[in-house]
Structures are given as structure tokens and as C-alpha cells.
């Protein structure tokens, strides 16, 4: 871990090791004042997200900025569709891999300052379905989700002529059979 000050604001650059199998690279912005704690995710990765960074912190937020598998600093460079392919043969999901470490996220965020809630911020329809996800699964570290950018259904993706190379979370077999965008702000308590 690297920090430093920004003004009044401490600023941590972390490599988040989540259960001895990955590590997310992470950014951490803590006012002195901070009331609770966002974790925040973009579609566009956490270098692009200066402006709710800036937003959330004036609000007495601390702001953890993460990337998570397929985005920013996780994203890998070339041929990435098929390491996402690759994940499907063996029995797993992208979605489920980032809805997971966003959550390890969350239970590390909550468990260093247990008193104050923590709440899961999305920008884009994609990392605003995995954070629903998120959500919905442990809803213990997470107080709320944030979404901006979201879809309204999981037939966005088919409508759109969205393709598993370019997104590949957004095609997880069977769950639209079960689940859609309603539903899992329901479930993920979402505003």
C-alpha cells in the first residue's frame, strides 16, 4: 500500500488480495470527516471516475475506486473474450467473479470501519448489474446500491446486438430465466 495527502484528504493506493486468488488494484480517498464508506465501480474503470469521486467525497464519503476483473487496470490486453470464455468452460461466470470480489470489497471496507455503512456505487449497465448481484448475495457488509447508467432489463443486451466478446457478464446463462433487472433492485436494494 502506497498513501498520501491530498489537502486535507488521506489517499491509499492498495492491491486488494481477495480470498489468496486475486488481487484488485484499488484507490482509496479518505476525508477526514468521512460518515461512510462507497465502493465504487465504473464500466470505464476507476481512472475515469474523477467526478464522482470528487462528488461523493464533498458528501463526507470515503471512496474506495476499485477495478475489477474485465475493467481498468484488471482488464486484460488482448484476446480478453476468452478468458471470459474460459471461465465459462470450467463452471463459472465473469459475472459471478466480479459480484464476488466486489463483495469481498464491501467485507473488507466494512470490517476496517464496522460502525459506518458502506454502499455499493455503479456507473455503467454493466458494473451496475454485478453490483446488483452483489447485493443481492450479501446484503450484510452492504447498506445500499447506487446505479447510474443501469439497464431496465436483461434484453438490453440482445436488443442492442450486444455480443459475450464485447460484454460478457451481461450474457450469464439462466439468469434471465429467473431474475431481471426489477427484480434484482429489489433484492440488492437499489436507488
Known amino acids: 500500500m502506497e498513501r498520501t495527502k491530498h489537502g486535507e484528504m488521506d489517499v491509499s493506493f492498495w ?55 474485465y475493467f481498468g487496470e484488471s482488464r ?3 484476446h480478453d473474450y476468452l478468458y471470459a470464455l474460459l471461465l465459462a468452460a470450467v463452471g463459472d461466470r465473469p459475472l459471478g467473479l466480479q459480484s464476488s470480489q466486489l463483495t469481498a470489497i464491501a467485507r473488507w471496507a466494512r470490517a476496517r470501519h464496522p460502525k459506518e455503512p458502506v454502499i455499493l456505487k455503479a456507473v455503467g449497465p454493466r458494473s451496475s448489474l454485478f453490483a446488483l448481484i452483489a447485493a443481492a448475495l450479501e446484503p450484510e457488509p452492504i447498506s445500499s446500491v447506487e446505479l447510474t447508467g443501469a439497464m431496465s432489463s436483461l434484453k438490453e443486451a440482445v436488443d442492442n446486438n450486444g455480443s459475450v466478446d ?26
Do not use: M, S, Y
Open 15 to 69: 492491491r486488494v488480495r481477495v480470498d489468496d486468488q486475486w488481487t484488485l488494484p484499488a484507490v482509496e480517498f479518505a476525508p477526514a470527516d468521512a460518515r461512510g464508506t462507497t465502493v465504487l465501480v465504473a464500466d470505464a474503470g476507476r481512472k475515469n471516475v474523477g467526478a464522482e469521486v470528487e462528488a461523493l467525497v464533498k458528501a463526507g464519503q470515503r471512496v474506495i475506486a476499485v477495478d475489477p476483473f
Open 76 to 78: 486484460i490486453r488482448t
Open 166 to 191: 464485447k460484454t460478457p457478464e451481461l450474457f450469464c446463462f439462466g439468469l434471465l430465466e429467473h431474475f431481471d433487472i426489477p427484480q434484482l433492485k429489489a433484492l440488492g436494494r437499489a436507488q
